[in-house]
């Protein structure tokens, strides 16, 4: 409307100056209409009268030349006759004739304008008709006419004129906005086509008007860069935040449908002595996915494991989250006791994740696990089916426990772009061939359209794996495999953790958080402390930072009384012996260190069994004075990259495996062996005595390659190569991608 106002309101303005303008030409042109009419009107009267007059002039008859006068003058429009003779020395008139116009006075009144005489009756018309006898003058016949009603009319005429141009204005506004309205529209869904890359609405103006296309594909260009505020399509130079996610979505995606699935769910509902909480599991894959989704919206299907999760859901088995202010909706899928015995803790994590890690626990294969294995994750591909709401959604598959969705949901969905992130390491072909079911997962995993590892070594162990157990294409230019007439796209794609964390606006000033952890173990003033946070994982290398403490103890006696290691541990996969025996391990091996050491209410370590919500655990990170990541084997470690985020004070420092995917992207941190107790002390001792100008260097690279390698960046990537993937998809699809020689035909 606004848009029409520009239009109509000049438009207006100047159709009124027009009409004002036009106003005294309409009053003059009819002014001389009317005198015209009149001076024809006083020659027909002078015509009649002539005779008659000529008589009576001759008889000298001056009261029956009045008497005819008068009658003359009985017309409404004629207000007075006259006669003068040829001398001008005689007239003869009607009563009323104007006293200013006398015989004398009659030549000059003669003259134009001066045959118009102003009255109090109003403006009067003098007409001057010479009367002739025998080819002789006799005398001038004078008419006067009443004009007032040439005012009257032109009030009249000006009421006309007004209307008119009122009714011109308003038609030509009507015409205008309508135009206007109809033309905008056009213009606005012909600039969505060229933008969409379809031409000028119909695919016939992308032929008339090819000269468009660049500047459609300029356009384009222009707004993707200004939605995610880069000027390059080098994702590099990208800064990444949930807003670029979105951008992303937007532009490079068009909003598409976003599905996540993983076994574990980002929030669990729980009753506890009768009250309904929710808990936030202690789960890399969940720290780095949550904030994903929180920025784009979505579906999440995982399994529904709470205690109180049934509650909760609606009738379609969703519910909405965070559950304060939901942005995504969880899609819970439920599995009896029996499917959860044999794919989670059977097959997933006492088969693959001890495959998968290097930490020298044997793997146990039962074929009963593998049927539930497979069961499962047909009933997840069932719920990715229910949930789509097109043919294509774009489906991001977690972890190890469905590796065979991806194929699945590939034959019921074909158009589907999935995207499945491995989020621990991915052995060399020597240790995966001990797998039983080994073709059936790899040919499963193959159903993705990217396969994404954290680190390129676990991209070479999975393509040589691939390329030693299945009869597949494996370009390695590209990193490409190629099986069953489908491509799956393998690559590097690190994960990391938001940035800012969520938490951070709500973090206590650092020496708040440190008196708060004194206060709760008991670290009395002046005691450094460590600080590890881990599930109780045996590949997490807690029995190995122990002993790092203990040699620590023994080869700096320094620290007896001064340094204090809290461990917390969130008990994980419980059910499973392994697990029950590493526990007993850890807590066995912490009471014999404490025992040993032991002085008054000081002990080294102290072990805190329970999971802690994410307040908690950034409550640690920033008390303390170092922080130990020692996994025997890790696809990432987010843990690292959480101190980091943690440390806004630039202090604190990082003891890091060498052999998780972190180390590969921290090398500022001390990085170590676990296995080589003795290193691991000394990288305590080390940390322990650095200055704080050499932590705040460290820290200070460490926190800006968080900063710039985010969770946003990892999800981003992937998604930023699911859309050229998309794309290409498009372009190859109605041609196909091979280009077939002609062929002359035989003659
Ligand atoms: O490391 C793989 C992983 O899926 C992580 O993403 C996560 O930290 C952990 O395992 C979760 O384990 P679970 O879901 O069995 O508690």
Partial sequence: MRLSLRFVLPLLLAIGLVAYAVQPLVDQLTLKWFVRDLDIRAQL????????????????????????????????????????????????????????????????????????LASAKGPLHLALEPVHTDGALLGTLVVVHDMSFVTRRS?????????????????????????????????????????????????????????????????????????????????????WTPETLRAILRADLRGEEILVVSNREPYIHVRRDGRLEVQRPASGLVTALEPIMRACSGTWIAHGSGTADREVVDRHDRVGVPPDKPRYRIRRVWLSAEEEAGYYYGFSNEGLWPLCHIAHVRPIFRAEDWQRYVAVNRRFAKAVVAESRSANPIVLVQDYHLALLPKLVRDELPDATIITFWHIPWPNPEAFSILPWRQEVLAGLLGSSILGFHTRFHVNNFVDTVDRELEARVDRETFTVSYGGRSTAVKRYPISIEWPPAEAAHWPSIADCRAAVRARYAIAEGVAIGVGVDRMDYTKGILERFSAVERLMELEPQ????????????????????????EARVRALAEKINARFQRGPWSPIVLRVEHAEPPEVYEHFRAADVCFVSSLHDGMN??????????????????????????????????????????????????????????????????????????????????????????????????????????????
């Fill in 559 to 582: 620290w007896l009384g001064r340094f204090t290691f809290v461990q917390i541990c969130a008990p994980t996969r419980s059910r499973i012996e392994e697990y029950q025996a590493f």
């Fill in 45 to 116: 009267i002078a015509n009649t009268v002539q005779e008659p007059l000529v008589d009576l002039v001759h008889a000298n008859a001056r009261s029956k030349i009045t008497a005819l006068f008068n009658r003359i003058a009985e017309d409404e429009r004629v207000y007075a006759i006259g006669f003068c003779d040829a001398q001008r020395r005689q007239f003869t008139g009607t009563r009323n004739f104007p006293a200013s116009v006398g015989c004398d006075s009659l030549d000059r009144s003669d003259k134009g304008d001066g045959r118009l």
């Fill in 638 to 747: 987010l843990v690292a990259k959480e101190f980091v985020a943690a440390r806004d004070d630039e202090r604190g420092a990082l003891i890091l495996s060498q052999f998780t995917g972190a180390a590969r992207e921290l090398p500022e941190a001390l990085v170590v062996n676990p296995y080589d107790t003795d290193q691991c002390a000394a990288a305590f001792h080390l940390a322990l005595t650095m200055s704080t100008g050499e932590q705040r260097d460290r820290m200070h690279i460490m926190r800006g390659l968080v900063r710039e390698f985010n969770v946003y960046r990892w999800a981003g990537r992937m998604l930023l190569d699911a859309a050229t993937m998309r794309r290409r998809g498009r372009i190859a699809e109605p041609a196909g991608t091979t280009v077939v020689p002609l062929r002359r035909e035989a003659p």
């Fill in 155 to 239: 009030e009249e005429t000006k009421r006309y004129v007004f209307w008119f141009f009122a009714g011109l204005g308003a038609l030509v506004s009507l015409i205008t906005v309508v135009v206007a309205q109809l033309s905008w529209r056009g213009w606005v869904q012909g600039t969505k086509a060229l933008l969409r890359g379809e031409g000028l609405l119909r695919p016939a103006a992308r032929v008339a008007m090819p000269e468009l296309q660049p500047l459609a594909r300029d356009l384009r260009t222009l707004m993707h860069e200004l939605e995610t505020g880069y000027r390059s399509r080098d994702e590099s130079q990208i800064t």
